[in-house]
């Protein structure tokens, strides 16, 4: 065992022994792209519960906390953290169980009420987000210029892989301006609370009323900025195909809620900001299949592309999908052929 394994593992045997959990059994939980960690802790007397083990707790556990406790005094469900080291980015929390949304429709669940209730956690929390709280945890703002250095990315992890070269200043230069026109009118309206990685993987079904039964997992790296993000990030899933039917009944649902929302705008905002974070994930799955040797994101590839060109094709992106088009046709696009890692 690397010497530095041994050195965490000692951290956490510690931090469990302090809790009174040294006897427990330890089950270690499927991982994300993140470099954080889970596993259920099973206790002698059967009750479970989940440890988080994060290498970068600033990032990670700092901000869940402070967030989650944030959602849960406007009543959402989140888990409950009952121990916690900042320092060495350990914690323990209650379990939620294992019925993420992702789980159950693989099972054959009627995806609607599931939907309706994830459309309605955002609308409660873009209803109930106290004021002053985003300047009080010091939230990132998701303003043009952070959703700009965020799709970045494909410049710098895909257009190489995909050309067969690095950009060019004038490729790089145009591929900003573009972005950046299309972006400023999509984060003009009202902002919120912005989970960022809203999809039903990090939702999970509690056995709870209303709209408590939602459980959010995953919202350490929440930032402030246009509400229509996280609607966009749920019924575009990149791993995941959402009827389109369905999907459009759920924005339906969630602007009945706000009536004074300017729904055009609303769509048009969702229409951009749901291909930014196309852009961004075409980049961030090629990276780790190059960087990492974590080739199986790749086949989510095809999908992402599908939805980055649906919205290309609508007016509001004219200035990016000009820029796609000049650059990286599309047999550049989903046939990439991502070269086997050493």
């Keep these: 065992m690397p010497?530095?394994?041994s050195k965490r593992e000692a951290e956490i045997a510690a931090f469990l022994a302090a809790h009174g959990l040294s006897a427990a059994m330890r089950e270690p939980l499927p991982g994300d792209a993140s470099a954080r960690r889970y596993e259920r802790i099973r206790k002698p007397d059967g009750g479970t519960l989940i440890l988080v083990d994060?290498?970068?707790?600033?990032?990670?556990?700092?901000?869940?906390?402070?967030?989650?406790?944030?959602?849960?005094?406007?009543?959402?469900?989140?888990?409950?953290?009952?121990?916690?080291?900042?320092e060495r980015g350990l914690a323990i929390q209650d379990d939620f169980g294992s019925e993420t949304f992702t789980r159950l429709l693989a099972d054959g669940a009627d995806p609607w009420p599931l939907y309706e209730l994830a459309t309605d956690a955002l609308i409660a929390i873009h209803r109930n987000w106290p004021a002053g709280a985003a300047e009080r945890l010091r939230l990132p703002v998701y303003d043009p210029t952070l959703f700009?250095?965020?799709?970045?990315?494909?410049?710098?992890?895909?257009?190489?892989?995909?050309?067969?070269?690095?950009?060019?200043?004038?490729?790089?230069?145009?591929?900003?301006?573009?972005?950046?026109?299309?972006?400023?009118?999509?984060?003009?309206?009202?902002?919120?609370?912005?989970?960022?990685?809203?999809?039903?993987?990090?939702v999970m079904r509690l056995p709870r009323p209303g709209v408590n039964a939602a459980g959010l997992i995953d919202f350490q790296g929440a930032g402030w900025g246009p509400r229509a993000y996280?609607?966009?990030?749920?019924?575009?899933?990149?791993?995941?195909?959402?009827?389109?039917?369905?999907?459009?009944?759920?924005?339906?649902?969630?602007?009945?809620?706000?009536?004074?929302?300017?729904?055009?705008?609303?769509?048009?905002?969702?229409a951009v900001l749901g291909a930014a974070r196309h852009t961004r994930i075409v980049a961030i799955f090629v990276r780790l299949a190059v960087s990492r040797g974590r080739r199986s994101y790749l086949v989510h590839l095809p999908r992402v592309w599908r939805l980055l060109e649906t919205q290309l094709a609508k007016p509001e992106l004219g200035p990016v999908a000009a820029?796609?088009?000049?650059?990286?046709?599309?047999?550049?696009?989903a046939a990439l052929a991502v070269p086997e890692t050493p």
Aim: glycine share 4%; net charge negative.
């Design 3 to 5: 010497a530095a394994l």
């Design 54 to 86: 994060t290498p970068v707790p600033a990032d990670d556990l700092v901000p869940f906390i402070a967030i989650g406790n944030e959602l849960a005094t406007i009543g959402l469900s989140v888990p409950t953290i009952l121990a916690s080291d900042v």
């Design 148 to 202: 700009l250095a965020q799709t970045g990315l494909f410049i710098d992890a895909y257009v190489p892989v995909a050309l067969g070269r690095p950009p060019s200043d004038k490729e790089r230069s145009e591929f900003e301006t573009a972005w950046r026109a299309v972006l400023e009118p999509a984060c003009s309206g009202t902002p919120s609370l912005l989970l960022r990685d809203y999809h039903v993987d990090n």
């Design 230 to 270: 996280d609607l966009v990030s749920l019924l575009e899933d990149a791993r995941r195909d959402v009827a389109p039917d369905l999907a459009e009944a759920m924005v339906a649902r969630y602007l009945d809620a706000f009536p004074a929302t300017d729904a055009a705008a609303f769509r048009r905002a969702m």
């Design 323 to 333: 820029w796609f088009d000049r650059h990286l046709p599309p047999d550049s696009r």
